[in-house]
């Protein structure tokens, strides 16, 4: 079993930065992808950005190419997303995953086994 806590959140100004961390417990092996993803009110959940655990892989957003920046801290079993010239459609709960095989390539929502509770960001204009 694989335990997520996400922490970072809070309120920016648009232009702004934050940096969210998702602190994972358990079995490393079982951690596949590690990824980020987000849902505004009344929106579906989007994929941020996600890394193999492992390593050897990033994936980005598009929407999040060139402002965000993933990565891990594997003595800490951490998994960190530092966003940078946050927009007020950023605005959104973010969460974080993990879980995800190799072959599901990190942008799908449906192949993550676990999730965190969410760290709320809201980018203020």
């Known amino acids: 079993q694989v335990q997520l806590v996400e922490s970072g959140g809070g309120l920016v100004q648009a232009g702004g930065s934050l940096r969210l961390s998702c602190a994972a417990s358990?079995?490393?092996?079982?951690?596949?992808?590690v990824g980020w993803f987000r849902q505004a009110p009344g929106k579906e959940r989007e994929f941020v950005a996600a890394?193999?655990?492992?390593?050897?892989?990033?994936r980005y957003a598009d929407s999040m190419v060139g402002r965000a920046t993933i990565s891990r801290d594997s003595a800490k079993n951490t998994v960190s997303l530092q966003m940078n010239s946050l927009k007020p459609e950023d605005t959104a709960v973010y969460y974080c995953?993990?879980?995800?095989?190799?072959?599901?390539?990190?942008?799908?929502?449906?192949?993550?086994?676990?999730w965190g509770q969410g760290t709320p960001v809201t980018v203020s204009s």
């Open positions: 995953a993990a879980g995800a095989d190799y072959y599901s390539g990190g942008s799908n929502a449906n192949a993550y086994r676990y």
């Open positions: 890394l193999l655990w492992n390593g050897g892989r990033l």
């Open positions: 358990g079995r490393t092996s079982s951690y596949g992808f």
